[in-house]
């Protein structure tokens, strides 16, 4: 493993910053070690290494003066595959797409590369970024580092797997039912889901608050230089923030401790299952923190109803993404992507009225909880790393869940509340398989979310332990 893979994406970018090493010497690095370790790992799909080294020499000659302070002077990253970089093979792990080349960048790439960022590559991810297992008919499955026989997540598991493996410091994602946060407890890596708008989006429903794109990373200071370099206003995109942003990474940089955090393992009840060691993790946690002499008390906002109105919303989602493709292409398209359309195409007007009113009472519930706490803290998912070649967990210690998403209800239920929530390695099983948590925040609280959540990352001690070579 060459000493530039163990740096931080902050320790990189300073080191680019002073000359000590180019961006052609990172790129180098990252297509070693992605050489060295992507065939056990299946993370990075598509690479385009003769692009990055032709950006790296542009900037290489640029003048260096008037770089802004969250310039990433060449750092290399990694794009998921259902985001467009011009020039480059962009599938959405479809067969409908197979042999697409994007004809221009996402704004979220163009946004990353006009500050210095370089794109390397495309991770892989679910079709359509459709479940909670990174697999598809074109490029095959996503293994986790910690162990090859375990599912990395998804959607964002190439990006997540490639992370932890250290093929690059930095990757994309982004997070509808937990497209960031699952892929990242998996892999013990870190990312954030941002509030809806702070990263610009082109979606065809452009009042949607569901899907967001995010950042990415090992630490939680590189996440937030990141979200840095992705979060700002964009005209096109009406939830985007005007006001000008504070520098996320400066209070990534100043940890403070909450004062006031509610834990819950199960959302009070919102999972119908929880495994007994991500119990157990929650539990160690509220422990420790009330040892810091932190007030901790089991708690969230009411989200019984989050879950069962977010699958309806989701529903409508899929109807304008997906419903156009279905008639000269549904024998090209898994099972669960058909289900998700179909099940979109069957509501009623009435079902979608009502669940964007329920989503409307989640969201000032959650206002109303975030007056008095200062977090949340959940588990990222219910259960630990299941095999790879499992499609989805369909039960858990003989619970059995009501459909694909039943054992993604945690993710689900947080979505709906349009809270900023942090991913962080939250621990491991007895048999060493990551575990991870979400910390959510007050809406558009996303710099107090990141000096606590850097706080919680050095009392937990965690974020060290990668990258690793698979196993």
């Given at each position: 493993m060459h000493e530039f893979i163990k740096w931080t994406a902050t320790e990189a970018v300073a080191r680019l910053r002073s000359g000590e090493v180019s961006p052609l010497e990172l790129i180098d690095a990252a297509e070693r070690r992605i050489a060295d370790t992507n065939p056990r790992i299946n993370a990075m799909v598509t690479l385009c290494v003769e692009?990055?080294?032709e950006h790296a020499r542009r900037l290489m000659n640029e003048?260096?003066?008037d770089r802004a302070a969250n310039f990433l002077h060449g750092l290399p990253i990694a794009v998921k595959d259902n985001t467009d970089v011009e020039g480059v093979r962009c599938t959405s792990g479809s067969r409908v797409f197979e042999n697409r080349i994007a004809p221009g960048s996402d704004p979220v790439v163009k946004r990353l590369e006009a500050h210095g960022a370089i794109v390397i590559g495309k991770t892989n991810l679910p079709e359509f970024a459709a479940g909670g297992n990174t697999f598809n008919d074109v490029f095959g499955a996503t293994r986790n580092p910690w162990d090859t026989r375990m599912s990395a997540s998804g959607s964002s598991g190439g990006s997540a797997a490639a992370l932890a493996a250290g093929q690059v410091w930095l990757a994309t994602g982004n997070d509808f039912g937990g497209s960031i946060r699952t892929p990242a407890a998996f892999c013990s890596v870190s990312g954030l889901r941002p509030s809806p708008g702070m990263v610009a989006r082109l979606q065809k429903q452009p009042f949607n608050p569901l899907s967001v794109e995010g950042p990415m990373a090992r630490t939680v200071a590189d996440v937030a230089l990141m979200f840095d370099a992705e979060a700002g206003f964009d005209a096109r995109d009406p939830l985007s923030p005007r006001a000008p942003l504070p520098s996320f990474a400066q209070c990534a940089a100043q940890p403070r401790r909450p004062l006031r955090v509610a834990v819950s393992a199960d959302?009070?009840?919102?999972?119908?299952?929880?495994?007994?060691?991500?119990?157990?993790?929650?539990?160690?946690?509220?422990?420790?923190?009330?040892?810091?002499?932190i007030i901790v008390e089991e708690a969230c906002p009411d989200l019984r109803d989050a879950t069962r109105h977010f699958l309806t919303l989701r529903g409508a989602v899929y109807i304008a993404r997906i419903a156009p493709l279905l008639a000269q292409n549904r024998h090209l398209l898994k099972p669960e992507v058909i289900e998700n359309t179909d099940f979109g195409l069957g509501l009623k007007l009435e079902d979608v009225v009502a669940a964007e009113i329920a989503q409307g009472e989640i969201i000032r519930r959650a206002a109303a909880f975030f007056e008095k706490y200062d977090l949340l803290i959940c588990p990222a998912t219910l259960c630990p790393p299941f095999p790879v070649e499992l499609r989805y967990p369909e039960r858990w210690d003989g619970v059995a869940f009501d459909g694909y998403m039943g054992w993604l209800a945690l993710t689900c239920a947080v979505t709906m509340t349009a809270c900023p929530v942090l991913a962080l390695p939250g621990g491991f099983t007895a048999g060493g398989l990551p575990l991870g948590l979400q910390v959510v925040g007050a809406q558009r609280g996303e710099a107090?979310?990141?000096?606590q959540g850097a706080w919680l990352e050095s009392l937990l001690g965690l974020a060290r332990l990668t990258p690793l070579d698979p196993r």
């Open positions: 692009r990055a080294r003048p260096r003066a959302l009070c009840g919102v999972a119908p299952v929880v495994d007994r060691e991500v119990r157990a993790m929650i539990e160690a946690l509220a422990g420790r923190l009330a040892g810091e002499g107090a979310l990141f000096a």
